[in-house]
Nanobody
Framework: QVQLEESGGGLVEAGGSLRLSCTAT??????????LGWYRQAPGKQRELVAT???????NYGDAVKGRFTISRTSAMTTTFLQMNSLKPEDTAVYYC?????????WGQGTQVTVSS
């Protein structure tokens, strides 16, 4: 069973930056993830794509964050980072780490990001 642990959330003023991290573990086994990603869910809204990155390094971003957020990962595909710049109040949400492996998808517990105006 893959476990994902996020960190780095918090409270920041509009225009500021935060960096989220997510580390995947599965005991002593190799995870061999195919894709890592970040999604977010604001109160009263559906969960939406923030960014994904594949084993080959291809990235995909949600329209709302393009040009402001950058996703990266370690070569082993066990940790992903989300650098968030020029944060806006509308970026306030719980951010969830996501890992795709074969036909299975795993989610982290989420980390709160709050951007004050």
């Amino acid at each position: 069973q893959v476990q994902l642990e996020e960190s780095g959330g918090g409270l920041v003023e509009a225009g500021g930056s935060l960096r989220l991290s997510c580390t995947a573990t599965m005991g002593f086994n190799s995870i061999r993830a195919n894709v890592l990603g970040w999604y977010r869910q604001a109160p009263g809204k559906q969960r939406e794509l923030v960014a994904t990155i594949t084993r080959g390094g291809s990235t995909n971003y949600g329209d709302a964050v393009k040009g402001r957020f950058t996703i990266s990962r370690t070569s082993a595909m066990t940790t992903t980072f989300l650098q968030m710049n020029s944060l806006k109040p509308e970026d306030t949400a719980v951010y969830y780490c996501n890992l795709g492996r074969d036909s299975q998808v795993y989610w982290g517990q989420g980390t709160q990001v709050t951007v004050s105006s």
